[in-house]
């Protein structure tokens, strides 16, 4: 699934969740209600609600996801961050959630 949105480090930790293809506004805004009062703060979401940008202090990310997020130097390209154990998705966003970006890692592109 591609979008247009990129993900950015901000103060704190930006968090992007890719919506299932056919989503609607209401789910959406159930993401977005369940973030919230999570503690992240909704930076952006787009017109065809396939994306959320969300982001929060790494506290809340680490207790959200049930994983511990570490500094990962990548040479060239500075310091991004990842989790350093496997994340899980709360069992209240699974449903409306196809994936999570927890990092801001640089990969290589084809």
């Not at 699934?1 to 992007?16: E, P, V, Y």
């Not at 017109?47 to 207790?63: I, M, R, T």
């Not at 496997?86 to 966003?93: D, H, I, K, R, W």
């Amino acid at each position: 699934m591609k979008s247009s949105a990129s993900l950015t480090r901000r103060c704190g930790f930006a968090i992007l969740f890719v919506m299932p293809f056919g989503v609607l506004w209401l789910e959406e805004q159930t993401v977005v209600g369940i973030l919230r009062s999570a503690g992240f703060t909704i930076v952006q979401t787009f017109a065809d609600h396939l994306v959320v940008d969300a982001q929060a202090p790494s506290s809340v990310v680490e207790q959200f996801f049930a994983t511990q997020l570490h500094n990962v130097f990548q040479g060239a390209y500075g310091t991004h961050y990842a989790p350093s154990t496997a994340f899980v998705v709360p069992a209240s966003l699974a449903h409306y959630v196809a994936g999570v970006t927890l990092d801001t890692l640089v990969s290589a592109q084809p």
